[in-house]
């Protein structure tokens, strides 16, 4: 070996004794097959170098989630109960915002004719999944595509209005979750009756422009007539035509009312509990949230649990679930929350029977 440190590059046989010779051919070709090693070497890891940014991009992908809401104000939309229901719902998942999806939230505010504009934006933005917040997105967006996944957060009947094939193998690509809503009517108006001494007349406000609103107020009438009860129909689509609906409540003199699940309704829920309580109404609600901001009672599935089990449908999809294949969900569990301050102000006793029957009375 040279001073420098490397092999010289040729040694003349013919200085060397044979033994020697042969020694120092064999390193020359040691040498050789060591340069090659050390080529194909480099060349590996040359290659291998991208791999755990590959591994980290196709681990790490951000989804674009498209997040539809029916009513809510855009200010709102992140913060509303049902919103944060979605969004702990997918960190309970592990995923997290900003490193594993991003949610582009669009509303229409009420308008709902706008709601087709809307998902088809989304199809432009080549969202991953289409989240539904209420039962008035799915159509549109089912109009807006075919392929990319839709999950509803929340929906009555989806298969008699046409979203899914059957309960159990949706088919198509719409899976989420199915309300039993209409069929809790009959409830509502039992508890109005019971709660309510002498009540004869109550009303039931629905907005017109819910396609579900006809089968409510059926539901609802069917079951007034049944235990002696006259129901009066009310219908508000906006903020005024629900002012106006309690204003002729009141010059009918009627003294409760049962509110239907509707997305402008649950924007306007403390104005609508305002209004029964200074009208001295008294009131029943499909939710728990119009009784936790004054509403006499609430019977019903929790809107923000419907939320959060949402979120695990969009994991599924996520993970190569195809939409058709997910069974929808249907929670069968109905929570009834009576507000006693809100009793006593309307000079309300709690029978001690819906005081048994309650899940959660609010001090």
Request: with cysteine; proline share 6%; glycine share 8%.
């Amino acid at each position: 070996m040279t001073q420098s440190g490397h092999w010289p590059a040729q040694y003349p046989a013919a200085q060397h004794s044979p033994a020697v010779a042969s020694v120092l051919s064999f390193l020359s070709e040691a040498r050789a097959a060591l340069a090659v090693k050390r080529r194909q070497f480099i060349a590996l890891l040359g290659s291998a170098a991208g791999w755990p940014l590959a591994a980290h991009t196709q681990q790490g992908t951000l989804r674009r989630i498209g997040f539809l809401y029916s009513a809510v104000p855009v200010g709102q939309m992140e913060s509303d109960d049902p919103g944060r229901g979605f969004m702990q719902g997918m960190h309970e998942l592990g995923y997290l915002e900003g490193r594993d999806f991003v949610v582009e939230w669009r509303s229409a505010e009420g308008q709902y004719e706008r709601l087709t504009h809307l998902a088809a934006e989304f199809v432009r933005l080549k969202v991953d999944v289409i989240v539904t917040a209420s039962a008035l997105g799915v159509r549109p967006a089912q109009q807006a595509t075919t392929t990319i996944p839709i999950v509803m957060c929340y929906s009555t009947d989806p298969v008699g209005n046409g979203f899914v094939a059957s309960l159990a193998r949706p088919g198509g690509n719409t899976t989420g979750l199915a309300s039993s809503s209409e069929d809790s009517a009959p409830k509502h108006i039992e508890l109005l009756a019971t709660m309510v001494p002498k009540l004869s007349r109550l009303a039931i406000m629905t907005n017109p422009e819910n396609p579900n609103s006809p089968a409510v107020t059926k539901n609802a009438q069917s079951a007034a007539e049944k235990v002696g009860l006259v129901a009066v129909p009310v219908e508000a689509r906006n903020a005024q035509e629900i002012e106006d609906g309690f204003a002729a409540l009141v010059k009918q003199s009627i003294a409760a009312v049962m509110v239907g699940l509707d997305a402008t309704f649950f924007v306007q829920r403390e104005r609508i509990v305002h209004l029964a309580l200074q009208n001295r109404i008294a009131s029943i609600f499909p939710a728990r949230e119009y009784a936790a901001v004054g509403g006499l009672m609430s019977y019903g599935e929790s809107l923000r649990e419907f939320y959060r089990r949402a979120a695990s449908f969009v994991d599924k999809i996520f993970k190569g679930a195809k939409p058709g294949d997910l069974p929808i969900e249907q929670p069968t569990r109905f929570n009834l929350v009576i507000n006693r301050k809100t009793a006593d102000v309307l000079g309300l006793a709690i029978p001690p029977q819906l005081y048994v029957f309650a899940d959660e009375v609010i001090e």
